[in-house]
């Protein structure tokens, strides 16, 4: 059973920086693609970034290209998301992902739909 464990959020001022990490069991990690997602109050989930089953391949939100970085360390079994110039319209509950399958196509990285396990969420909250 795919198990993925997501920890690192906490309360940051505006214009801080915090990594999240997801450590993931249960299956091969590195055969899959890895993606984050996040949900403020009342706002559906959204797409954050993704990246490759290799780490070759990244894909971001508008809004967090060039702030946000998604990699991932196949040895350890963790994806990682660095965030910094945080603002407080980042402030949301962060869900890791993963696929059942093989993703072969970019456009599906960044549904939640494609997705089918999920980590308990950890709360980002950026004061201003």
């Known amino acids: 059973q795919v198990q993925l464990v997501e920890s690192g959020g906490g309360l940051v001022q505006a214009g801080g920086s915090l990594r999240l990490s997801c450590a993931a069991s249960?299956?091969?990690?590195?055969?899959?693609?890895m993606g984050w997602f996040r949900q403020a109050p009342g706002k559906e989930r959204e797409f954050v970034a993704a990246?490759?089953?290799?780490?070759?391949?990244?894909y971001y939100s508008n809004s967090m290209k060039g702030r946000f970085t998604i990699s991932r360390d196949n040895a350890k079994n963790t994806v990682y998301l660095q965030m910094n110039s945080l603002k407080p319209e980042d402030t949301a509950v962060y869900y890791c992902?993963?696929?059942?399958?093989?993703?072969?196509?970019?456009?599906?990285?960044?549904?939640?739909?494609?997705?089918?396990?999920w980590g308990q969420g950890t709360q980002v909250t950026v004061s201003s």
């Open positions: 990246i490759s089953w290799s780490g070759r391949d990244t």
């Open positions: 249960g299956r091969t990690f590195s055969n899959y693609a």
């Open positions: 992902a993963a696929p059942e399958s093989t993703f072969y196509s970019v456009s599906v990285y960044y549904s939640p739909s494609n997705y089918d396990y």
